[in-house]
């Protein structure tokens, strides 16, 4: 059955590299939104429901991680994002929410599809299968150079780095400029931000974008 989903409810979905910035926005856009009295659900891939995290677990942490093959990696990802869609993101568009999520379909182009250098149509094919007719109202690409990427990463002082965090600059050198190509070709769906901004100076620019891209 075709998801469809209320149009007052918006999904808005946030890109970037390792280390941009994503969930402090997340957040304070979260936070904007709840002074309007507008239902707000935050949600990140891959994960977001209990299979999801499960399967995450196993894109992150497994021991045997560094031996999967691109296409798994792939499959994981959007098996957890059907999931995703269909127990949390599609109720709640359809219920009027807003939806803030931490990657969606374009992770799996860039990161499987440019990163990983998977061929573009399967994946394409394969992203649709699992969102059905679900898009992001609005995008936003947090952009930030690769070296100040990989510092940050270097700066987290919480647990060790998980097999994503772990790829080398030359990855996420073709991840960033993946995202950048993405956001040139659907202008009227992507928001590009500088990263390397403050957070204040990024959380207005984002708010100021999405009232006037999303009345």
Known sequence: MPLKHKTSGKLISFEGSEGSGKSTQIARLAAHF???QREVLTTREPGGTEIGEQIRNIIV?????????????????TA??????????????????????????????????????LA???VAQINRF???????????????PTEVSLARLKQRASDLPDRMERENLEFYTKVREG???LARGMPER?????????ADAIEKKIWTEVQARLK
């Open 34 to 36: 709840q002074k309007t």
């Open 61 to 77: 942490h497994n021991s045997k991680g560094d031996e999967m093959c691109a296409e798994t990696e792939l499959l994981l990802f």
């Open 80 to 117: 957890a994002r059907a999931q995703l869609v269909r127990e949390v993101i599609a109720p709640a568009i359809m219920r009027g929410a807003i939806v803030l999520s931490d990657r969606f379909l374009d992770s799996s182009t860039v990161y499987q599809g440019i990163g990983r250098n």
């Open 120 to 122: 573009a149509d399967p």
């Open 130 to 144: 699992a969102v059905g007719n679900v898009m992001p109202d609005l995008t936003v690409v947090i952009d930030v």
């Open 179 to 181: 995202y950048l190509v």
């Open 190 to 198: 992507f928001l590009v931000v500088d990263g390397t901004k403050s």
